[in-house]
């Protein structure tokens, strides 16, 4: 079965600093990889999607993230936080033939002043 | 309007009772989910249903049901609530005739609470 690691479940930057979540997948099938970010008292909504295009996705609010298929990894980057990312973001892979979203853990995203 | 929308948004219930939390969506897509969220475990499947007569078992089904009364309809039952399904529920859908099929959209979810 699919199975997503997220390394750091809290992760702590500075506002204007660079914000790095990683996210390492398990597949021996080419997958279909996302980020959704979670703002407080709120629903999931999508940050990006790797579909197998562009190894470089960009996503909403400046972010990007770089699927690497020898690293099995999809980390989320932004070059600078800015207070309003605060959120928990949680990366996810469609596990296949079946079509369902397996989740990983969450990060929880603090940035301070 | 949000395309998708939870009923209630937030419940709180005691041991034993039963509990229906709704899910409706106006996107008009055929599949529809329903997760939980526990703080540090990330989000766990429930149930899924991939049209109204298709409906299955996700990885944490035990102590749930459902009901897909319409397209745009799916309904998750906890038939004798215990504390530990206390959690965060959402309901989430895709579009299987579309290009970004497995793309899901999420409502707000219900947080719930068993005393």
């Known amino acids: 079965a699919q199975s997503v690691t997220q390394l750091g479940s809290h992760v702590s930057v500075s506002e204007g600093a660079l914000v790095l979540l990683r996210c390492n997948y398990s597949?021996?099938?080419?997958?279909?990889l996302f980020w959704y970010v979670q703002y407080p008292n709120q629903g999931l909504q999508l940050l990006l999607k790797y579909t197998s295009a562009a190894t470089l996705v960009k996503g909403i609010n400046g972010f990007e993230a770089e699927f690497k298929k020898s690293e099995t990894s999809f980390h989320l980057t932004k070059p600078s936080a800015h207070m309003s990312d605060a959120a928990e973001y949680f990366c996810a892979v469609v596990e296949g033939g079946s079509e369902k979203l397996v989740f990983g853990k969450g990060t929880k995203l603090t940035v301070n002043p | 309007d949000a395309d998708v929308t939870q009923t209630p948004r937030n419940r709180i219930t005691k041991t034993g009772k039963r509990i229906m939390l709704e899910c409706s969506q106006t996107k008009g897509h055929d599949r529809m989910y329903w997760y939980r969220q526990d703080p540090g475990l990330g989000l766990r499947l429930i149930y899924y249903s991939f049209d109204v007569k298709d409906i299955n078992k996700g990885e944490i089904s035990d102590g749930y049901s459902v009901s897909r009364q319409a397209q745009a309809k799916f309904s998750l039952s906890l038939e004798s609530a215990i504390p530990n399904q206390t959690a965060l529920y959402f309901c989430?859908?895709?579009?299987?005739?579309?290009?970004?099929?497995?793309?899901?959209?999420f409502g707000p979810g219900t947080r719930l609470l068993v005393l």
């Open positions: 597949s021996s099938v080419p997958p279909y």
């Open positions: 989430a859908t895709s579009d299987s005739r579309r290009t970004g099929q497995e793309t899901q959209y």
